[in-house]
Nanobody, 123 residues
Framework: QVQLVESGGGLVQAGGSLRLSCAASGRTFSSGAMAWFRQRAGNDRVFVASLSWSTGNTYYADSLKGRFTISRDNAKNTVYLQMNNMRREDTAVYYC????????????????WGQGTQVTVSS
């Protein structure tokens, strides 16, 4: 079993930055994948970014490339999501997810989920 705990959400002004953290505990796996998804009110959960623990390769939603960066700290079993030049449309609940195997875009493929952290971007 893997437990994921997100932190770092909050209120930020448009154009500002925020960094989310996702700490993994319990069973950890060197061949797994971590990802961030977000869910706006009334909408489905959508892919933001993902990372392979074994290779370090990263993947992003096309619309977020250049503004968002996913990274990891292996020693801390923690994944980060750095969000820059934030926009009002970035307002959402952000979820951390994990799976065995390679990263994919589909939320249904991820086994473990955090509780989510609210990010609100004000104008």
């Amino acid at each position: 079993q893997v437990q994921l705990v997100e932190s770092g959400g909050g209120l930020v002004q448009a154009g500002g930055s925020l960094r989310l953290s996702c700490a993994a505990s319990g069973r950890t796996f060197s061949s797994g994948a971590m990802a961030w998804f977000r869910q706006r009110a009334g909408n489905d959960r959508v892919f933001v970014a993902s990372l392979s623990w074994s290779t370090g390769n990263t993947y992003y939603a096309d619309s977020l490339k250049g503004r968002f960066t996913i990274s990891r700290d292996n020693a801390k079993n923690t994944v980060y999501l750095q969000m820059n030049n934030m926009r009002r449309e970035d307002t959402a609940v952000y979820y951390c997810a994990a799976k065995i195997g390679q990263p994919v875009l589909f939320s249904s493929e991820y086994t473990y989920w955090g509780q989510g952290t609210q990010v609100t971007v004000s104008s």
